[in-house]
């Protein structure tokens, strides 16, 4: 089993700037893909970032590609995601999540969950 806890969210004003932290346990952690994921009220869980472990390729979603940024350190099981121009559309709960295997963009493959953390841009 793998556990994950995010923190680092909050309230911030358009063009600030953001750390989310995930922290996780398990032993599965250091060999599996870790993503990003978030959900705006009344819309469906999204693609934002995810990192592979191997050899720490990462993608991104279109829409916060150039302002997004992941990373990892596998020695302290955390993930994190640095969030720069952040714009009000970024609004939404940020979910960390890992799947033993997959490491794709597709939210409902993933097994693991946080609880997920707060991001809320004001204009």
């Known amino acids: 089993q793998v556990q994950l806890v995010e923190s680092g969210g909050g309230l911030v004003q358009a063009g600030g700037s953001l750390r989310l932290s995930c922290a996780a346990s398990?032993?599965?952690?250091?060999?599996?893909?870790m993503g990003w994921f978030r959900q705006a009220p009344g819309k469906e869980r999204e693609f934002v970032a995810v990192?592979?472990?191997?050899?720490?390729?990462?993608a991104y979603a279109d829409s916060v590609k150039g302002r997004f940024t992941i990373s990892r350190d596998n020695a302290k099981n955390t993930v994190d995601l640095q969030m720069n121009s952040l714009k009000p559309d970024d609004t939404a709960v940020y979910y960390c999540a890992t799947d033993r295997n997959y490491g794709g963009s597709s939210w409902y493959r993933y097994n693991y969950w946080g609880q997920g953390t707060q991001v809320t841009v004001s204009s």
């Open positions: 398990g032993r599965t952690f250091s060999a599996a893909p």
């Open positions: 990192i592979k472990s191997r050899d720490g390729t990462t």
